[in-house]
């Protein structure tokens, strides 16, 4: 079992960068997927971006992709999304999830989530 915690989240203006970080508890953080989602207000939460227990596979939403980053860091149990040339569409509250068995972008597949974290991009 895993608890994630974001944080990073606030307030940047369009073109800028920011880098959420997710840090779980538990002995067991090597052996979960991980992935970002995001939600905006009367939208579906989507996978934005999701990463491999061991690293080694990642996915990104067309919309993120070439823009977002997301890594791991085993050993400090945390993962991370870096995002650059922040647009006002990227405005969401962003969530870390953890997934046992699949490296998915469906919200069903994940077993444990944090609270979130609010990003809001100004244009």
């Known amino acids: 079992q895993v608890q994630p915690v974001e944080s990073g989240g606030g307030l940047v203006q369009a073109g800028g960068s920011l880098r959420l970080s997710c840090t779980a508890s538990?002995?067991?953080?090597?052996?979960?997927?991980m992935g970002w989602f995001r939600q905006a207000p009367g939208q579906e939460r989507e996978c934005v971006a999701a990463i491999s227990y061991s690293g080694g596979r990642t996915y990104y939403a067309d919309s993120v992709k070439g823009r977002f980053t997301i890594s791991r860091t085993n050993a400090k149990n945390t993962v991370y999304l870096q995002m650059n040339s922040l647009k006002a569409e990227d405005t969401a509250v962003y969530y870390c999830a953890a997934a046992r068995w699949t490296m998915s972008t469906r919200v069903a597949e994940y077993d444990y989530w944090g609270q979130g974290t609010q990003v809001t991009v100004s244009s």
């Open positions: 538990g002995r067991a953080f090597s052996m979960y997927n």
